[in-house]
């Protein structure tokens, strides 16, 4: 379908002004602020000399057949051509545009002899020595609607024909491809915009936090520090693990570089803690972490934290101090209190082989405190080695009479009194009645993880056939206290032919406490 000519406006006369005296209500002001207000949105000034405007503003001249084209910006006082061919200027005066006329109208404007067009005649470009006549023009307007300018053609001779259909088509497919270019550089400028706003956030709640925050590059060159880093060291950022030595203790620098050096060699989570060198010269004690961007250790980036531990940490060595003084002050007790049984069973027979088994019991709980004190917040804790502790009287070191084996199980230092009651009960029961009372005899004890529960089996052999008791004595009631009603959990016994099958099944919150 053909588009319609245009009209040859040099044959109309122009349309009176609507507004008496010339001027314009109040309503036609405020759309021109709304103009203006939208243009400023595509900073005019970013666009002068764009390659891809240029190149538009060619094409459209050679599709024209014109020596003259131009992308104009209509400004509240002045049009400014961002791209132009044959013109020997870069701006005119608003009141002389004829871009002006042509971005309200909606379609192609073509004024075939503008020294014939009253609007137009006394226009400098068309009565000085620019000599225009010919001017073919598509109106730009954003996407809100407001109009910018417009995509015009000119020449210095006039032209009857104007435009012919296809250079009509063609001109506002250009002037189309114009609006896009103008409207992808008025975005990209919101984008960057809104990336530093967002930027200037983070970095914000960067230097508000009181961490110190830090970033590093492939290969660990640091590339970012939060304010924190200056504020607390008063020193400069590092650049690399070297820079690190004037802030890091003497003492820790080697241990701690080893650590890091592993994780991004391995592309690992890191953590340490160290002392770190203050403005005033003093030492904190700091918790170091970083983790990297991927694991792939030759692409992967590094984000960190420092942390202030110090006052965490002196109060963690109090307590370990107290906790040692307290451990001493506990053991004088054991020892006492295994003293005064011995003391008050020598002149009583009967009651000696009651004290000599309440004597192993405090024993036990004293081999059972001693490694509960082991146990730190942040140490490693396995229920194979406390039970190896409790069990190394019935010969586990260098030799196989228990068999210990399984999963890893973390007690916590609540769960290792009752613990150390019950298999030091089972193990004294072994040693007199059971497998451990034999020279070939075995005890295996398998530790495991199942349904939430640590399922610990105590499985004797080698040993004299056993019988059930023939009542509840001192020693089940006493394990039944530990297990079920200290720890939560359940402990059934099985007399087999070949010997004891225990079965010991705590839940693992518990265990953990």
């Not at 530990?482 to 007399?495: N, V």
């Amino acid at each position: 379908m053909r588009r319609p000519a245009a009209k040859d406006t040099q044959l109309t006369q122009p349309e009176p002004s609507p507004w008496p005296n010339g001027t314009p209500p109040a309503r036609a002001l405020c759309a021109e602020e709304e103009r203006l207000h939208v243009l400023a949105s595509f900073e005019i000034d970013t666009l002068d000399g764009d390659p891809e405007l240029a190149r538009l503003a060619r094409f459209a001249a050679h599709l024209c057949e014109t020596p003259q084209a131009a992308v104009s910006i209509v400004e509240a006082e002045r049009q400014y051509f961002v791209a132009r061919t044959g013109w020997d200027t870069d701006n005119t005066a608003r009141a002389t545009s004829i871009c002006a006329t042509t971005m309200t109208g909606g379609d192609i404007l073509e004024v075939h002899d503008a020294s014939a067009d009253q609007r137009f005649a006394g226009f400098e470009a068309v009565a000085g020595q620019r000599h225009l006549r010919f001017y073919a023009g598509a109106p730009l307007v954003s996407a809100e609607g407001a109009p910018l300018g417009a995509l015009c053609v000119t020449d210095s001779t006039p032209r009857p024909g104007g435009l012919s259909d296809i250079q009509r088509e063609g001109l506002l497919v250009l002037a189309e491809a114009v609006k896009r270019r103008i409207e992808t550089h008025r975005q990209a400028r919101r984008n960057v915009a809104e990336m530093k706003a967002s930027a200037d956030r983070l970095q914000f709640v960067l230097d508000s936090v009181p961490d110190i925050a830090w970033s590093a590059s492939p290969g660990g060159q640091f590339d970012y520090f939060n304010a924190r880093f200056s504020e607390v060291t008063g020193q400069s950022a590092p650049r690399d693990v070297e820079d690190w030595r004037t802030v890091i203790h003497p003492d820790d620098y080697d241990a701690s570089l080893a650590k890091l050096t592993e994780a991004m060699e391995n592309a690992t989570l890191f953590e340490d803690e160290w002392r770190l060198r203050i403005a005033d010269g003093s030492y904190r004690w700091v918790l170091s972490r970083a983790v990297p961007s991927s694991s792939d250790p030759q692409t992967a980036r590094w984000f960190g934290t420092i942390t202030d531990i110090d006052d965490t940490h002196r109060i963690s060595e109090e307590r370990e101090l107290l906790a040692g003084e307290l451990a001493h002050r506990i053991k004088n007790i054991f020892s006492v209190i295994t003293g005064l049984i011995s003391l008050h069973a020598r002149g009583a027979a009967t009651h000696r082989e009651f004290a000599q088994v309440l004597t192993e019991h405090v024993r036990a709980l004293s081999r059972a405190h001693d490694y509960a004190l082991q146990l730190g917040e942040h140490r490693a804790s396995n229920l194979a080695d406390l039970l190896r502790v409790l069990l190394a009287p019935y010969g586990v070191p260098g030799a196989d009479a228990v068999i210990i084996s399984g999963e890893t199980i973390e007690p916590g230092r609540r769960a290792a009194t009752p613990l150390a009651l019950a298999f030091h009960e089972l193990a004294t029961n072994s040693a007199k009645y059971g497998a451990l009372a034999s020279e070939g005899g075995r005890v295996a004890v398998h530790l495991a993880k199942q349904d939430g529960k640590a399922v610990i089996e105590w499985t004797e052999s080698g040993g004299p056939e056993t019988d059930p008791p023939e009542g509840e004595g001192f020693g089940s009631r006493l394990m039944k206290m530990a297990i079920e009603r200290q720890l939560g959990g359940s402990m059934a016994q099985e007399w087999r032919r070949e010997g004891l099958h225990a079965r010991i099944a705590i839940p693992l919150d518990q265990i953990a406490r």
